[in-house]
């Protein structure tokens, strides 16, 4: 037999091994990673010369400017990467799937800050004002919803995934969003795992069930903005500056703390809740995959997940 000739059943070439080494998915999240770093890191010292702004005119210089520079790097290289590229920032559906993400977001802190009102752990003590718009809306909801989502769910738990499974992708990302939170002011470690929990558990199941960032990124913004800017309650342990004036009385487990109601046991019963529930909707579909090791060489995860129609409820 002759080099070229084929066996029937093989491929007629193969990948250069550094091509392949490129394409592997903790390879991949490696790579995504560093970029995702280097367009955050150039946002930082392009504000960094700016002369000085109001802080609202600031705050929304840095969201535009990190969003634009992350979504030029994602769409460029980031999407590219790995065996089977895949846009989780797709067109298609955008507006419908943030729009619901929204929703979604203001009904589970409103049911959150509802029941915490029954409970008697907060009250309203008076009118703040409409000041704090704009840096809320950018720099507390819009600019987190954007960064931490495309980082989170669609860096890490997208090659996670493709490495080791959807639950190890949904019990790492899980840990790490948590985690990411311990440095915040007056965090605690029951904090990190309140968020662990209810944010990590809801997000990762959010995109799970979609397979798009949309939905993750207009919830995680909704959640921000409505605790914060509507309620006036401490967004992740940063004080807020809303439409009213606040205070979170009673224990701690209770209340949050000092905090915030994130960490309070009802927003982990109540957005837990939520996020189990579309965990159930997405293994029901079928959307949960294993580990690459268990899978057949010609199932690859992105090939299966290209649905033209994401499916909320």
């Given at each position: ?5 084929v066996v ?6 193969r990948?250069?091994?550094?091509v ?12 995504a ?12 010292l392009?504000?960094?010369y700016q ?6 005119a ?20 980031i999407s ?5 590229p ?8 955008a507006?419908q799937?943030?729009?619901a ?14 029941v ?6 907060y ?24 960064r931490?989502?495309l980082?989170?769910r ?12 959807s ?5 790492v990302?899980?840990?790490?969003f948590?985690?990411a939170?311990i ?9 990190s ?8 558990i ?10 798009s ?12 903005f409505?605790?914060g ?18 205070t979170?009385?009673g224990?701690d487990?209770?209340?949050g703390?000092?905090?915030g ?6 927003a ?10 579309m965990?159930?909707k ?10 690459m ?7 690859v ?13």
């Open positions: 037999m002759s080099e070229t000739d029937e059943g093989e491929p007629a070439e990948e250069a091994l550094w392949r080494i490129l394409e592997f998915p903790l390879v991949a999240l490696v790579v990673t560093v970029l995702f770093a280097v367009a955050s890191t150039v946002a930082y392009i504000l960094a002369p000085n702004m109001r802080a609202g600031k705050a929304v210089s840095e969201a535009v400017l990190n969003i634009a520079l992350l979504w030029v790097v994602y769409k460029l290289t590219h990467l790995g065996d089977k895949i846009d989780d920032l797709p067109a298609k559906g507006w799937l943030t729009a993400g929204l929703v979604i977001g203001f009904v589970i802190f409103t049911a959150v800050v509802g915490a009102f029954l409970a008697g752990s009250r309203i003590t008076g009118y703040g004002g409409w000041s704090g718009l704009l840096v809320s809306l950018a720099s507390f909801s819009v600019l987190p919803g954007f931490e989502e980082l989170f669609g860096i890490f738990f997208r090659w996670i995934e493709e490495f080791g499974g639950w190890a992708a949904l019990l990302t899980s840990a790490l948590g985690l939170h440095l915040n002011p007056n965090a605690t470690w029951f904090s795992f309140a968020i662990a929990m209810e944010a990590g809801l997000l990762g199941a959010s995109y799970m069930l979609t397979r960032l949309w939905l993750p990124m207009g919830l995680h913004a909704a959640w921000n409505t605790q800017f509507i309620f006036g309650v401490p967004v992740s342990g940063i004080a807020a500056n809303g439409i009213v004036r606040s979170l009385s224990p487990w209770l209340s703390g000092s905090f109601l994130e960490a309070s046991i009802i982990v019963v109540i957005a837990t809740g939520a996020g189990l529930w965990l159930v997405a293994i029901r579909r079928g959307l949960l995959f294993g580990p090791w268990t899978r057949p060489s010609a199932i995860i992105p090939e299966r997940l290209k649905y033209p129609e994401a499916k909320l409820l």
